[in-house]
């Protein structure tokens, strides 16, 4: 994860590896794999998911399900048209230095961050499982947390539907579901 001076996070790009070329030139090997023991792989951090040309319209839910790792510092959820242009950067923050256990919001345009929406209502816990739901209502998103806490986040960007979605940081994605 790249972390941006203005307080907000954006998924790192990794490239995989290609395939390798053996010293005998006939024979192309597969690329690498690793195999982490048990205890590395509890603390993992999720891989980027990235999905592009979605269709969310006002009155679409999300319904997001995952497990935070035992070791958590943060994890994201963005929703815009492009990593330049978020509608809502949702970032649950373990040990914020601000502000202890945060969900801070914000939004992205054309590259720069608005001002942080934090909330210290935190119904997260390293190590457990976690579910909530954002509903976008065009003008703004609701955030309706485990703990039936609803955080309104205003929706600053010009955007009317929702192109793409990035999910990543400390915590294992069990489920996505659009209603």
């Known amino acids: 994860m790249v972390l941006s001076p203005e307080g907000g996070s954006e998924p790192q790009r990794t490239k995989l590896p290609e395939q390798r070329q053996s010293p005998n030139r006939d024979l192309v090997q597969p690329p690498l794999s690793v195999s ?76 720069n961050w608005d001002s942080e929406h934090r909330d210290t209502n935190f119904p997260f816990s390293k190590g457990s499982d976690f579910k909530f739901y954002i509903t976008f209502k065009g003008d703004k998103f609701e955030i309706k947390l485990q703990n039936d806490h609803v955080i309104e986040f205003p929706n600053k960007t010009p955007l009317d539907k929702i192109t793409y979605l990035t999910i990543y940081g400390d915590a294992k994605l069990v489920s996505v579901k659009f209603d």
């Open 36 to 111: 982490l023991p048990h205890q590395l792989l509890r603390n993992a951090r999720m891989s980027p998911i990235e999905m592009f040309n979605l269709d969310i319209q006002p009155g679409t839910t999300l319904k997001v399900k995952g497990k935070i790792s035992e070791e958590a510092e943060r994890f994201a959820l963005n929703l815009g048209n492009s990593t330049d242009n978020l509608a809502l950067h949702f970032n649950p923050r373990f040990n914020d230095p601000a502000d202890g256990d945060v969900i801070v919001c914000n939004s992205k345009c054309d590259g």
